[in-house]
């Protein structure tokens, strides 16, 4: 394998979990959200901003690849290509594990409004808490892509 195959790979497998990782969350999210409307269908429009937070996620690994496709070349080095590898990895996970724990808190929020508590706030400001770390990796990744 050479190095540019590698460092492709490591962006790949970027956007492919962070995108999975988002795909999963506004599922459940959506979920929840047709759950409560069934109780309650006033509460639509807190429901959907709450639904599209874990979308973010997928967002964040495709920032993430323009970023540092650009530097892909095919002069790429074994230890450049490592790190956007450890880049996409990083990302990918984290954006991943993010959405799916920021989906758990969402749903659990919209489950609530769906009951008749007024949760919207509440909901938004926990679910703030998973979505740091998935920005926290994204800047590491802009960190490691401004190096090569």
Do not use: H
Request: net charge positive; glycine share 14%.
């Amino acid at each position: 394998m050479n190095p540019v195959v590698f460092a492709y790979l490591g962006i790949a497998i970027m956007v492919a979990l962070s995108g999975i990782g988002s795909a999963y969350g506004v599922s459940i999210t959506g979920g929840a959200t047709l759950g409560a409307l069934k109780k309650k269908p006033d509460v639509f429009g807190s429901c959907i901003a709450l639904s599209a937070l874990p979308a973010t996620q997928g967002l964040y690994g495709f920032v993430g690849f323009f970023l540092i496709y650009p530097k892909i070349t095919a002069e790429i080095s074994w230890f450049q290509a490592a790190a956007v590898m450890g880049a996409g990895l990083a990302v990918g996970f984290v954006a991943l594990f993010s959405a799916l724990r920021q989906s758990k808190v969402c749903a659990d929020g919209i489950n609530g409004m769906g009951n008749g508590y007024n949760l919207f706030s509440s909901t938004m400001i926990l679910a703030v808490f998973p979505e740091l770390y998935a920005i926290i990796a994204l800047l590491a990744a802009i960190l490691i892509g401004g190096t090569l």
